[in-house]
């Protein structure tokens, strides 16, 4: 049965969740900025871009620089924040989701690896790498109540999966 | 003896938005316009930990007029030289290209703009040639420095050790509050007894004189995260000091390199570098020889190619969302799934209506990239609504059915290859004239060929008759048959029985209470309908000529006969695929799931469908030896006469029963009870 005072996140809950992040990362010159689809009910996400030095396999030694470009949007469906990736070369090639795994073969034995795929973004409705949002309620729904940034601890939980680690700043922000 | 200052090369990196807002602008606005566009480049101001190389980066944003960014980044100024060929991009002169670029800088200098702008010192261009169609990006980057700046190294200490703690944070905010545009590089006065001094280059350099030089330490924006190095452009502010301060050719001079970091949630500038630096003696080419071409990723002098055609041609987007789509199916539910083996399956459709729209839909969700349609009509005005490849416009048009199925098929997905042919396929009993004899046995030549060429065939034909041709074919030819016909509210969907005198394949054990009949022991369409295909045409009324069906059961059948398919070439056998039936009514089919044959399961012989009572039954039928299609009588008769004997079962159908022995059987048996079912009930 589906009942109506299930907790769950509304786009104004996540919408100001997204707005401190933001306030925080300009303090901390951290890099978070927003972007906006005025259309879109749920047209607000951040945007942060970072670089990383990972070697595809140990034969190869030639370190590859990439530029992850991480998304959080709001997935109306899921009723669930979602964090979307993009990774590319140098040259601006993007990696494709069976090199990203490839280059996160640590993770295989966890059960968040099966959950990195490739999914439409929710704004911008093309393909990023997301963590897929099924399982997004399950680890959030402890926070809802407890957290006054549920998107942020949802995002310390799940951010190292794909590289994304947040500074002790944000996580002063939900108690 | 002290080292010589090293110099980190900056390394380029390109997001993708920057190629794809190079196309955009080369598409609309630069065209065949060769000049050079001006350009930012992006460099963090606070110096990465998680990333050794010190990058500067472009993206789409490097196309505006005004740099925005200073809260994060440095700029770098620069332009862009697009070529209109690749022979271009090759052979302009680049030693010469990067000497105008150095000249440019030096102009830059002498006429006091860098004091006005001192991040004018951090140059970059970009020498390319954009293959629009390929998706092919070629280019160069360059960051020009002068050739001759050996600096050497006589000391680097920790910032906090030439400077006390209230000096280092005096310097830390003294540079937030410069103007964006002094923070590159900038100047620091330390006057003993007196507070520490920040200011512009424009406002201090010019005084300052060989004995007061000591007071002065010189401040670049440091961007290299190799401690141990400074980034190159601090080359050109050696080339800048020198040429308003003459006078420190061969002098030690104070410089700090100065850094950004982040300790915890703080970002301090305490991870600076005091230098005591030897400045060089101008040569005579000084300020006329520059380098600074980046190597390629070999190491090389020589351009880099962003094969970008993965993420910026839609339509390869496109394909491999599609392709995606299915790999999660294989990952997440059917690891043991072959999906190379459907997507090289070519298909050919007899039949563009309500079942050949629906198939080629199907076809294209498993990811098939082959589909030829044949049809001989046109859209008419009640197809579209019904027939799910076809619109409006395509009746108006009066396109042909095979072909705007094809076109429309490429509109839903550029991927798939695709093309229709508009032949009428040759029936029994619809005798060949004269007139009619060169294009009737062109037709057969054609449909022949086209069996010949594709891996599967699905009969989606509107008559019984046109059926017997690609039945006969299809067998002798060893292909996979897929046949499905429809009633007002029923349908069947069934696999033809290969044609293969030397199998050995023993079906696995089968559960109790089922049979189980080998894949080329399986009837045909015709099997079970013992009168040779006739004029079914003539004399019938309208409604039995006319597809009268509930529209649901086209997209039922249709899809039914792919996953047949799909099912059978999944199979260990594939077109030899046992068919299992069920004896005892207290053997569920579902509960049949014999063997590890196949990752999808059973494979039945024939699926009969009923919306009547919304009920599905699976039958299975062996071949009958006097088929008209499929019997070796008929087949031998095919192999020994060729067109010779197929123009005779044009002309007349009874030659068919005859070939068949079926004239013989007729003398001593009861019509009706021979008849199971008759192909009116399933007509598509
Ligand atoms: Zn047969």
Redesign the pocket.
Known sequence: MITLDDMSLSIEDFNRCIEDIVNTSDNLIDGWRFEQNEELENGKYIIKKEQKVLSQDQEDDINHVLTFEYHIAFNISYGVPVLCFNVWKQDGTMLTVEEFWKLNERFKESNMYDTITQMDHPVLRRPFFTLHPCRTHEIMEPFLEESKNPVVSWLTVVGPFVHLDLNEEYVKMCS | MSDNLSYVQISSSVNPSFWNKLSELKLNVYKLDESKHSIWGYHTIINSTSCPITLMEVDSTSFNREFTAHNQYLPFHGWILNTNTIEQFKECDKVELINSEGHKLYQHIINEDVFKDTSLLNRFFILSFADLKKFHYYYWFSFPVPRHVVVEKIDACDLENVFSPEEVETLHSAYKNLDCTQRSYFIVKKESGKMLEICTLAFQLKSITLEDKDNYYFVFHNISNDKNAVGSPFRNYVAFLLYYCDFLQNKIVNFISFNLSRTGSQVTCRKSIVYKLKLPMKTKDFYTSWVGWEKNERDKMGPKLANMKNTLDPSVIAENAVDLNLKLMKWNLLPSIDLDNIKKTKCLLLGAGTLGCSVARTLLGWGVRDITFVDNSTVSFSNPVRQSLFTYQDSVDMKSKSKAAADNLKNIFPGVNSVGHQLTIPMPGHSVGESLLEQTKESVKKLTQLIKDHDAIFLLLDSRESRWLPTLIGNVENKILINAALGFDSYLVMRHGVYSQNDTIQASDHPEGCKVITGNNL??Y??CDVTAPGDSLKGRTLDQQCTVTRPGVSQIAGALAVELLISVLQHKHGVLAPAYYSTAQTVPMQEMTASGDSVLGLVPHSIRGFLSSFEQILPATE??KN?V???DLVINEYKEKQMEFLLNVFNSSKHLEDVALLTEMFKDTDFEEVLEFSDEDFSA
């Open positions: 009837a045909c015709f099997c071949k009958y088929c299609a499929c019997s």
